[in-house]
């Protein structure tokens, strides 16, 4: 279910990025302002979406070698002694 939508947004756009708007549309069975909104939420996702994303990348890195908490900064330096 979408919320209300209560903001008014006039965009002017050239021709051809209306045609591609209109075609798209007329392609999925909706309207022009529901392929804009969709455009929105992909270029400019939730923070929630963004965090669930870093989220999922985490859980899918290879299992790798983690040193102990005392001897991390001294690793860090040497990684970015030898990166540097």
């Given at each position: 279910?979408?919320?209300?939508?209560?903001?008014?947004?006039?965009?002017?756009?050239?021709?051809?990025?209306?045609?591609?708007?209109?075609?798209?549309?007329r392609?999925?069975?909706?309207?022009?302002?529901?392929v804009?909104?969709?455009?929105?939420?992909?270029?400019?996702?939730?923070?929630?979406?963004?965090?669930?994303?870093?989220?999922?990348?985490?859980?899918?890195?290879?299992?790798?070698?983690?040193?102990?908490?005392?001897?991390?900064?001294?690793?860090?330096?040497?990684?970015?002694?030898?990166?540097g």
């Open positions: 279910m979408s919320m209300p939508k209560t903001r008014r947004l006039q965009v002017l756009l050239e021709q051809e990025q209306w045609d591609r708007l209109e075609a798209l549309a392609e999925r069975g909706v309207t022009v302002a529901a804009v909104r969709e455009g929105i939420d992909l270029v400019v996702p939730l923070e929630r979406e963004v965090r669930e994303a870093a989220f999922r990348t985490v859980l899918q890195a290879a299992p790798m070698d983690v040193p102990e908490p005392d001897k991390l900064p001294s690793e860090l330096e040497a990684i970015r002694a030898r990166s």
